[in-house]
């Protein structure tokens, strides 16, 4: 049975600090995905990975795939409080997702 | 072009009364998911529509949930009778090529 597991669940960060969120998953899969949600919204599709050693970003947001090591991280550069929501990475098709990293930046 | 919308957005029903979720999914796209959060625990699949078959129901979670999408369009999701632990919000997402899926913003049920 495939298993995600994000880490940190819960992130507290300062403005124009970088952290990195981790999306580990125990099975291979050719796709990762990251995710957006702000409360009570809709999951907002932020990256697509199909490959190993797939990086994509926009804007402060990099999001990058191994899939040797079943390991995706989400880096986040100079963080701004708009940032701020639930991310999750989801893994295969159809989606098996990670428990999401709330995060929340602060001045 | 209109997304993926859900409705209702909340519904708060007794335990042993019936609910019905719907989801209109974009346009033209094929496939349509039903995922469902229970309250702190992970996003769970429940099935998969490719047009109008059921193309994967491993999800759902026993007989008193019935998912439908009559003529490949909107897709309904009963849940009958409702239990407490039936609580959570229900996500629809859909897609066209089965890569990348579009959600809705959830119906949140709850269940008293």
């Known amino acids: 049975e495939l298993k995600v597991e994000q880490n940190p669940l819960f992130l507290s960060m300062q403005e124009g600090k970088n952290y990195t969120i981790y999306c580990n998953y125990s099975t291979t899969s050719d796709r990762l995905y990251w995710y957006r949600q702000d409360p009570g919204k809709s999951l907002e599709s932020l990256f697509v990975?199909?490959?190993?050693?797939a990086v994509k970003q926009e804007g402060r947001l990099m999001a990058s795939l191994d899939t040797k090591a079943r390991l995706s991280t989400l880096h986040i550069t100079a963080a701004v409080h708009d940032l701020s929501a639930t991310y999750f990475c989801a893994v295969d098709n159809p989606l098996v997702f990670g428990k999401g990293t709330r995060l929340s930046v602060i001045a | 072009e209109a997304g993926v919308t859900q409705f209702p957005s909340h519904s708060v029903i007794e335990k042993g009364q019936t609910v019905t979720l719907r989801c209109d999914p974009i346009s033209g796209h094929d496939n349509l998911y039903w995922y469902r959060r229970v309250m702190g625990k992970e996003i769970k699949f429940l099935l998969h529509f490719v047009k109008e078959s059921k193309q994967d129901e491993s999800g759902m979670p026993n007989n008193r949930f019935l998912a439908e999408r009559t003529g490949g369009t909107y897709s309904t999701l009963k849940v009958q009778p409702a239990e407490l632990e039936d609580s959570g919000v229900y996500f629809c997402?859909?897609?066209?090529?089965?890569?990348?899926?579009?959600f809705g913003q959830g119906t949140r049920l709850t269940v008293v």
């Open positions: 990975l199909l490959s190993n050693g």
């Open positions: 997402a859909s897609s066209q090529a089965g890569i990348e899926a579009f």
